[in-house]
């Protein structure tokens, strides 16, 4: 099992911020399964303000390439990405047109 941290910044609004925490309470279940069948066993996203954390848990068939390459063949997963940009900006060192952004492990204990 491998576990990967990604940031993202949510647009600095309030009421952006609520609707995409409610929007994650109740993910749609095509997301759920297209993430699970990805091979993601886990995921958590954290906030602070307006910066999120995600930290996935994957199994060993899990690649970012085939999760990208699912993503982009699912209507699903496109429609629920058009509508989540809606709250998401990108963070500083984001490569153009990155969304989440891989974290580097510094420590562990």
Known sequence: MKR??????????????AEYE?????IWPEIEKSIKA???EKMEIY?????????????????FEKKDRMDIANPKVQE????MWKYQQAIPVAK????????DKIFEL
């Open 47 to 63: 906030r602070a303000g307006n910066r999120t954390c995600m930290i996935m848990e994957v199994n060993d068939d899990f690649s």
């Open 96 to 103: 153009e047109g990155e969304k989440w952004v891989l974290m």
């Open 22 to 26: 409610e929007y994650h309470r109740n």
């Open 80 to 83: 629920w990405e058009t509508l």
């Open 38 to 40: 990805a091979g993601v």
């Open 4 to 17: 990967y941290c990604l940031a993202l910044d949510l647009k600095d609004d309030p009421k952006l911020i």
